[in-house]
């Protein structure tokens, strides 16, 4: 039973040195302590008055006000009276809570020692010398003999490590393992029976590289490997109230940057260009309309409620996604760890200060109408085509500084922050140039295809007035049928000679045709005040029928009276409609909203330091990613965080050379890819001795003496029930499906719906990626895995689809005289992706015979428990019941939701 | 109840990886299962300090040992039950500078405790009278609106805190209630899940965090989010529906209750041989232990849900006789079941989401709302009482905020009839292990509308619960994940026993 310390220990009496006998180590008790609370403002990452603490030499020479202690006269030292003073505002540390007595006692009886420390104790170095700001440069390989070598190089910088530590690397996989493996890691699916036979056949040397080029040249590939990214840069479908639907965060039509991804992995697309896109499209790229989606990286920051949340989870996501930076701790107060500070935060912020969310009309779509500014109490569903983007609305949108984190607080005198990155990294002086957008781009209205659909429907509707008066020629009260519908075409034709006009009058005044600018307009506003009179005469048309008709019904005086009033109303409409028509007006509405002609060019300057071979951050974070999600292991634990309380790599020359080979590439991921998964490291048994030598020097693995085995992640889990059972459909793309069909729909898992609201149960259960941070998943073991997997309508439907369709391939071979055999041999190889072990074989031959047996005496129940039958329910046929139980009972094998 | 892999999310801070491997064998016992496999993936804020996931034992003597947490949300008006305040109604139509009282809206106060996500500030400065009477109950005399005729006849078994505030002054201040953070804040996990991480089961065969409770709107799964504690600390949502009271509890259609046991016996089999083919493979120990964990679950929870086990007399006691409190009896009862069987942290949602939010037409709908759960909640309170329970349960009831004591007006509104969010002054009230019955801790000013006595912020509930569990919420930080000062809250020892 641990004791319980009183909280919010308020008493800063004098504690008293430490009890007789207790020692006092520098290093152990003193370092840690001053390294915790003191080192962010007396180190070297700020020397605040000009004294530090990093080293026993440097505390006695203190700062400012003098050495910092008296060695061995604690009483007297500063260092002491700081850390006890009892008036609060005096009082070190500033933050958090004063020192423990226990700290202090320890500190006390250090310098009463004498200050005793090692003396070959080194100053903590510069920050902005620390390994991971630094551009990255390719090392050397490690040894002569690897340089002559024709290994791949990363085996050599693993090998190197290994040696050294005296570590063996494990043999070779089992052909069968391997295969599953890379399968799952490149498209995120098993192989199939026949893929496996097919490969454990090939005896050619380059079997398994061609199996590799195969599957990074499938469009799963992207599928899989979109999902990966779709983590680290948060990707989310809408959210907010989904129930009412209320629109808060992220923003419909988002699914169209899922879609972006999985196509730009498939067509290698390169990491640096996919950056710019996601940063910047619209100002890189305006006319290219499938990039802009991908500016949906921004977009799923977007909060309707607070423009500063949306602001704060810009400069959050962006520093830890693609930096690996944690720009956040900087929101309140100067970076404790890494040379950032206060003030830099809002510069990076002022990159996106202009941003604003848009509508951009997608051709064979219904116009989604204009991006809705938020008003106080009114809830806004989503739309249903179009596609969202963002654009700079407010090109001169000033940031300012504010404290404590609260946007409240902003500090008053102080001059808006312009934008720029961190100046230890070189960020600070960016050149920023606005960008002219081409017409199309701030005047969607002026693209081709809105020109046409726009021409295309009022044709229609010309057609279609045209049927009509027709038809009402022959209707029965044909006078009065015959004006509205003469009316009605009037209507038509002269909105159809509108379009036309402002269209005619578009291209000439935005689009360089030919022709007198002015008089285009005139004309276009001419029609276009002629289609507003002869809809206008529709509605006249209208009310004096509906006048005469109730007078021809003798209807009461009472019941005329709003009648006649509606017709009065119409002809004063009418009468204020003709006015303009006359006037020369050159104004017409235009086919879409106008956006401003220029965008700041911030993102862009941002995105291309962020995406540049001079930035030491982007490709290392980028390749640690891509090593963790091969391996299931990063070279630097802490993914997001690449700074000074980040980790160290395991593997620093290793990450360097990777992170070079990168860029050397041209930042394509494909080849990396290629390299990672052919190396002897990726192609290793995960099988190991807990008893070996290995084990006992590196329980971790960190050195990669053998593949890591892992659990499958959520979506493999899903998907492969389908698969297997040779179900899933392999649809690509679209609008996001809704979680409630994860356990009926076939399609992969990736295009459901994922958002911070609710996640789909099943995949929830299997860890799946949360929507707002995911820069590592997490890995679980929970009964509700095993319940799910064993009771789900989607497992035990795919399980009986498999048995039948196992048993059915049996049947038509007439050469088997083993059938049982066979289906429990053919059940192991799709399901598990191997042979079952004679053991496993005896096992299921016992099981299959008994549960026969079982459905057999109790018929009767398996038939009453059946009705009414559904589809897609169990069997009532003892034997192919007993292979249903068979085949479920293999999906719920360790070894299919496990990669060895 | 689970069994961990790797400890979830990002990371941040030094690293020190390890391996608690505590038990991969036979001997899986309940306080081991936190740590039986517990693969760290988490830095550590301290380079050297050694750092361990919780081993499931109090760190100090606990006062309780389960949690029954019952919200009502939407914003429970505390004027019109716990905490009336007899000048508004004596002062009604008039504005705060027109009492004797200072004006509430010039406080400080005013702007420190609220930060509007969405809106601005809720400054109606019109007096709305109480909607309904109220009357001094029990021995410590306490006010109870006259809502409340059976919950006030257990006065003396509950523990009153009248100077609750909160920072948020729309609808998210829900879920702040239950992880402790502003909406604008980063998230944290829930109590029931720092719960669960603490501490280890008291029955293994059932989910340690469940949520009891009926809702439409998804975002109530806040309520019960782990955050970066991983799904394994989430809070496991049982239905009282026998149909399917557990997700994927239930066999699937046609399926035979001896076909199935027949099949779990298999999957083990095979995997106790895939075992001694992979000795180093520690997840599948856990994988095989996890399915006898889940078959044992799927019979114990529709067992420990089957409310007909519970005489007639002890389903009147909670109202399941009567339709109007039919289904908010049946979900206490059920609570108290959970309990009683060794689930140690039940949030009961005892209201359909915003049901109590009152803009308008307070006096019906408060009244309405009240008459759903005052009986149940009052023979929660003497049930647990007359079994003993109410020595081994705390219970805490709240709602996200309060309701404001001027009269809420707006241009929309025709006749103006209730009263707005309002976090700055609220009442929760607490019963049962470890608790001091009959206490009134802290107050509200003369209009009802600061906390000013005593204030607390909601994380003082949390420290209160931890406290009681034998919980010291700063001994269960996660290395890398920055807890605040004001997230681990102080208890509110008033109204500890």
Redesign the interface.
Known sequence: MRTFLLIGVGLIALPARLPAGESVDYLRDVKPVLRERCFACHGSLKQQAKLRLDTAALIRRGGRHGPAIQAGDAEVSLLIRRITEEHEPARMPPQGKPLSDKQIASLKTWIDAGAPAPSDEIAEEDPRLYWAFQKPVRPPLPSAQAQTCRCNPVDTFLAAERARRGVQASPPAERATLLRRVYLDLIGLPPTREQLQAFLADAAPDAYEKVVDLLLSSPQYGERWGRHWMDVWRYSDWYGRRSVPDVMNSYPQIWRWRDWIVRSLNENKGYDGMIVAMLAADEVSPDDEESLAATGFLVRNWFKWNYNQWMRDNVEHTGKAFLGLTLNCCHCHDHKYDPITQQEYFRFRAFFEPLELRHDRVAGEPDPGPFKKYVYGVAYGPIASGRIRVFDEKLDAETFFYTGGDERNRVGGKPAVSPGAPAALGGDQLRIEPVQLPPQAWYPGLKPFVQREETERRQTAVAAAETALEKARTAKDAQKSEQLAEARLAAARSDLASIRARIAADKVIYLGAKGDAKVMARAASRAEQQFKLDAIHVSEVQAENALESARQQKATPAQLLPLEKQLTDVRAQVARCRAPVAEDSTTYTPLSRIYPRTSTGRRTALARWIASKENPLTARVAVNHIWNWHFGQPLVESTYNFGRSGARPSHPKLLDWLAVELMANDWHMKPLHRLIVTSEAYRQSSQFDRQSQNHKIDPEDRLLWHFPPRRMEAEEVRDGLLFVSGELDLTMGGPEIPQEQGLTSRRRSLYFAHHGEAKMEFLELFDAANACEAYRRSTSVLPQQALALSNSELALRQGRVLARKVWRAIEADTTLVKREEAFVQKVFEQVLGRVPSTAECNASAVFLNRQEELFRQQKAEIDAANKPAVAGGPSTDPAVRARENFVQALLNHNDFVTVR | ???????????????D???FLADVGLGFTGLAMGAM?HKD?I?H?????AWAPPDG?????PRAKSVLWIFLSGGLSHLESFDPKPALTKYAGKTFTETPYADPLRSPLFHERS?A???GERPYPKIFPLQVGFKKHGQSGVEISDWWPNLATCADDMAFVRSMYTTDNDHAAEFQMHHGRHA??E?QPVLGSWVHYGLGTLNENLPQFVFLGQY????V?QNFAP?YL???H?G?ELSLDPVNP???????????A???Q???A??N???R??AA?????E??Q???K??E???R??KAVPEVLDLSRETAETQRLYGIDNPTTAVYGRRLLAARRLAEQGVRYTLVYLSDYGEWDSHLDLRNLHARSCGRVDKPLAGLLKDLKRTGLDREVLVVCCSEFGRTPGLEVRDTYKMPTGRDHHPHGFTVWFAGAGIKAGTIHGATDELGFHAVEHPHYVTDIH?TVLHCLGL?P??LDVP?RKRL?ID?G??IRDVLS
């Not at chain 2, 109840?1 to 690293?15: D, N, Q």
């Not at chain 2, 034992?57 to 003597?61: A, E, G, I, T």
């Not at chain 2, 557990?246 to 035979?256: D, E, N, Y």
């Open positions: 109840m689970s069994i961990p892999m790797r400890t979830g999310g990002p990371i941040c801070g030094r690293i990886r390890r391996t496999l993936g830095a804020a301290n380079a050297g300090a034992r109090p760190h100090f003597r930060r996500v969405v809106g604008l804040d998230k439409k709107d998804m975002r799964k955050d991983g799904p394994r989430a496991v557990l997700p994927f509890g239930t066999r699937g259609k046609g399926v035979l001896r076909e199935q027949e099949q779990f298999f999957v089999e095979l995997n041989l895939a083919a992979h000795p180093e493979d997840q599948l856990a994988r095989i996890s399915y964990l889940a078959f679950m799927q420290a010291d700063r001994q890398g000062e681990h102080s208890p």
